[in-house]
């Protein structure tokens, strides 16, 4: 099983500043990987697939890099609505995914 | 308009089985290039993918939870069921299902709490 790693696991951020998240992975999955968005009550929301690219009508504040073992998500400048649980997960022996353990964001 | 929904009993006692079901709306299960996964989420935890079915009704499971798991599909009612056998509170959480295109969860349904107690 490929183990996700996430840090840190609360992130305190100022609206209006830039928020950077990681993820590893356990073993390389290329470009397999994406990010979601959930918030208090509600289901996770699809942000970034394919390591970068954004899902349809994600805001161009959101971005993602990385391949192999190593990603990050940035989130360039806070917004209210962007506090919330961050999620990545792999998809590269689908379907057995796995999730990271999330980053909360929360505001500083 | 793509829509699931995840319905069934919202208290479980240990041991029961647990009976899941998910109805779509907005895409057939037919379509070749979609599937239906079940994913968990205990209160305060991580997200845990659960078991897939694929449009050609292939199955896949969790690997630690296989033997308790089992999904299946009925098109014509736009159903997927899932049911969890030998029940335990460590099994209490929110069950979502969701819609996979190209290997990704693109819509969720709004989940279901399930508790596991006597």
């Known amino acids: 099983e490929i183990v996700m790693t996430q840090s840190p696991a609360t992130l305190s951020v100022s609206p209006g500043e830039r928020a950077t998240l990681s993820c590893r992975a356990s073993q390389s999955i290329s470009s397999n990987l994406a990010w979601f968005q959930q918030k208090p009550g509600q289901a996770p929301r699809l942000l970034i697939y394919?390591?970068?690219t954004r899902a349809t009508g994600i805001p161009a504040r959101f971005s993602g890099s990385g391949s192999g073992t190593e990603f990050t998500l940035t989130i360039s400048s806070l917004q209210s609505e962007d506090f919330a649980v961050y999620y990545c997960q792999h998809y590269n022996n689908w379907p057995q995914w796995t999730f990271g353990q999330g980053t909360k964001v929360e505001i500083k | 308009q793509v829509t699931l929904k995840e319905s069934g009993p919202v208290l479980v006692k240990p041991t029961e089985t647990l009976t899941l079901t998910c109805t779509v709306s907005g895409f057939s299960l037919s379509n070749s290039r979609m599937g239906v996964s079940w994913i968990r989420q205990p209160p305060g935890k991580a997200l845990e993918w659960l078991a897939h079915?694929?449009?050609?009704?292939?199955?896949s499971y969790i690997t630690s939870l296989k033997s308790r798991l089992t999904i299946s599909k009925d098109t014509s009612k736009s159903q997927v069921v899932l049911t969890m056998t030998n029940m335990d509170p460590v099994d209490t959480a929110t069950y979502f299902c969701?819609?996979?295109?190209?290997?990704?969860?693109?819509?969720w349904g709004q989940g279901t709490l399930v508790t596991v107690s006597s």
């Open positions: 079915i694929s449009s050609n009704d292939e199955k």
């Open positions: 969701a819609r996979i295109r190209y290997s990704l969860p693109d819509y």
């Open positions: 394919g390591a970068s």
